[in-house]
C-alpha cells in the first residue's frame, strides 16, 4: 500500500498545484489572510483579554488545516473518486474499501501538516509571531494525537455522504461551524451559554485548540501534555471505530442496494 | 473455476437475474451473448464482487464472492464496460503501478508485469500517455492491462472490444484466444464473430436463467471456435 499511498499524495499534490501558478496563488491566498489577520489583531487587541490576538488567530487557523481536511476533504475525496469512476476501480482490487479511505485520507495530511507549518512560519517571518523552538515538536505530536479523532469524524462525514449521495456543502458548513465554535477565531467565553456548551461539546476540535494554544503560549509543561493528550487519543478511540463501522456499513449498503456511487 | 448457482438479481421491482446456473471450468473461454438490459453486465459486476446477489451465490475457484469477495477478487481480474476509472493526470504506467500496489505487488514485480503486458499492442503508447489524453483503444488496453495485474487465474471482460477499430479488436481477439491461453475467462460481447473467434464456448444468458441448465450446445455457428482459431 505504500506505493498507492505515494501515488495518492502525487495525485493531490498535482490536482491542487497543476501549475507554478497555482502554488503561487496558494501562497498569495496564504499572504493575504495573514493579512488581514495582522490588521484586525491591531484593530481588536487593545479590547482582547487574550494576550496577542494575531498569535491567536494565527493558531487558530494552522491547527485546524489537517482536522479539517479530514472531516471535508476525506469526503471531498470520496465524491471525486466516485465522480471519475476510481472509486468503483479500487473497490475492484482485493483490497478492503475502509484501507482505500485510510490511504485517501492519508495523502491529505502531509499537505495539510505543511500548509499549518508554513502559515506559522510566514506569519512569524512577515509579523512577528513568536514560538519557542521547543514548542513547535509538541504543536506537531499533538497534530499527531489528534489523528484517530479527526480521522474517524472524516470516515464518520464520508459514509454519511456515500450512504445519502449528497450532502458535501453541508458537511463543509458543519466543519466551518465545529471550527467558529470551537473558538478557532475568537475566545468561547464571548459565546451564548448554549453554544459554549456546545464548544465544550465539540471537544475534539476545541480540546485541540485549547491545548495547542497553551503549548505555543509557553503556559504548558511537557508533563502536562498527558492529560489532553489521553484525551485526544480517547476521543479516537472513541471515532475512530465507529468511523470504520460506519465506512464497512456505507460500503456494504451500496453493493447490496446495487446503486453506482452518485455523489452529487 | 466459475460457478453460480441459482443467482438472482434485482433492482428494485425489476429481476434482472433469475436463477442464473452457471459453471465454467479451468481453462475455459465463455462468451456471454444476450440482448440489452439482460444482466450481462449485473452477472459480471456480482461475480468481481461489486453487486452482492439478491439470492443464490457465485463462487471464484471455490471461494463465495459474496460471503469473501476481498479472496475471490485477489483470483480475479474485471473489465469494466466503462472505461474510465484511472486518474487522468496521469499517464497509464503511474495508473498501473498505483492499481499494481493497490493489489499488494512490490513495485519491482509491478514493473516486471508491465514489461510483459507491453505484447497488447495499444499498451505501448498507453503506458507514457496520460490518461486523459488516451485514445479509446489505449483506454480499453489499460483496463485489459489493470484485469491481468497480479496474474489472476479468472478473468471477466465487458465488452473488451467496444470502442476498438477493427484492426484493433482483431489484434485484441488473438490476445484473448492465445496469450490469455492459461486463463478461465467469461467476456460479454454482443458479437458472434468475437464469440466465434476467442471463446471455448458460447452462452446465451436466457439459457442460464431460471435454474435451467446452461446452454449445452453452442449455437451451430460456434460449434468450433478453435476451428476458426487454427
Known amino acids: ?78 465524491r471525486l473518486s466516485a465522480q471519475t469512476g476510481t472509486l468503483e476501480a479500487m473497490l475492484a482490487q482485493p483490497v478492503a474499501p475502509w484501507r482505500i479511505l485510510l490511504v485517501l485520507g492519508g495523502a491529505l495530511l502531509p499537505i495539510e501538516l505543511a500548509r499549518a507549518l508554513l502559515t506559522l512560519g510566514l506569519g512569524a517571518l512577515l509579523f512577528g509571531f513568536a514560538l519557542a523552538p521547543s514548542a513547535w515538536g509538541t504543536l506537531l505530536s499533538l497534530q499527531l494525537l489528534a489523528l484517530p479523532a479527526f480521522f474517524g469524524l472524516g470516515l464518520l462525514a464520508s459514509s454519511a455522504l456515500l450512504r445519502f449521495g449528497r450532502g458535501e456543502a453541508m458537511l463543509g458548513y458543519l466543519g466551518a461551524a465545529a471550527a467558529i465554535v470551537a473558538g478557532a477565531y475568537f475566545p468561547t467565553d464571548v459565546l451564548p451559554a448554549q453554544l459554549k456548551e456546545l464548544a465544550a461539546w465539540l471537544s475534539p476540535f476545541s480540546l485541540l485548540l485549547e491545548t495547542t494554544r497553551a503549548a505555543a503560549t509557553g503556559g504548558f509543561e511537557p ?4 492529560r489532553p493528550g489521553a484525551a485526544l487519543l480517547a476521543w479516537g478511540v472513541l471515532t475512530l471505530p465507529a468511523g470504520l463501522l460506519a465506512v464497512k456499513l456505507a460500503f456494504a449498503r451500496a453493493r447490496r442496494v446495487g446503486a453506482p456511487f452518485l455523489i452529487t | 473455476m466459475i460457478r453460480t448457482r441459482a443467482l438472482s438479481r434485482s433492482f428494485g421491482e425489476k429481476k434482472v437475474l433469475a436463477g442464473t446456473t452457471l ?102 503508447s498507453a503506458l507514457e500517455t496520460p490518461f486523459q489524453f488516451a485514445s479509446s483503444g489505449m483506454k480499453q488496453a489499460l ?78 455457428a460456434f460449434e468450433s471456435p478453435q476451428g476458426v482459431l487454427a
Open chain 1, 1 to 78: 500500500m505504500t506505493g498507492a499511498y505515494s501515488f495518492l499524495l502525487r495525485r493531490e499534490l498535482r490536482d491542487r498545484y497543476p501549475t507554478r501558478l497555482a502554488i503561487a496563488g496558494e501562497l498569495l491566498g496564504l499572504g493575504a489572510s495573514l493579512l488581514v489577520y495582522a490588521y484586525t489583531a491591531r484593530a481588536f487587541a487593545p479590547r482582547f483579554q487574550g494576550g496577542d490576538y494575531f498569535s491567536y488567530l494565527l493558531i487558530g487557523e494552522a491547527t485546524l488545516f489537517a482536522p479539517l481536511a479530514l472531516f471535508n476533504g476525506l469526503a471531498r475525496s470520496v
Open chain 1, 223 to 226: 508533563g502536562t501534555l498527558l
Open chain 2, 23 to 124: 459453471e465454467i471450468v479451468r481453462g475455459e473461454r465463455v462468451a456471454l451473448l444476450g440482448p440489452n438490459g439482460s444482466g450481462k453486465t449485473t452477472l459480471l459486476r456480482v461475480l468481481a464482487g461489486l453487486l452482492m446477489p439478491s439470492s443464490g451465490d457465485a463462487w471464484i475457484d471455490g471461494i463465495s464472492v459474496a460471503r469473501e469477495p476481498l479472496r475471490a477478487k485477489a483470483r480475479l481480474g474485471y473489465v469494466p464496460a466503462s472505461e474510465s476509472g484511472f486518474f487522468p493526470r496521469f499517464t497509464g504506467r503511474e495508473n498501473l503501478l498505483f492499481f499494481a500496489g493497490l493489489r499488494g505487488l512490490p513495485p519491482r514485480e509491478s514493473l516486471r508485469q508491465l514489461e510483459r503486458l507491453r505484447a497488447l499492442k495499444p499498451l505501448e
Open chain 2, 143 to 220: 483496463c485489459l492491462a489493470r484485469a491481468l495485474l497480479g496474474d489472476p487465474p479468472v478473468l471477466l471482460l465487458d465488452e473488451p472490444t467496444r470502442s476498438l477499430d477493427p484492426e484493433a479488436a482483431l489484434e485484441l481477439h488473438a490476445f484473448l484466444a492465445t496469450g490469455l491461453a492459461d486463463k478461465t475467462a467469461l467476456f460479454v460481447t454482443h458479437s458472434t464473430e468475437e464469440a466465434s473467434r476467442c471463446a471455448t464456448r458460447v452462452v446465451r444468458l436466457s439459457d442460464l436463467q431460471l435454474d435451467r441448465s446452461q446452454a449445452s450446445a453452442p449455437p451451430p
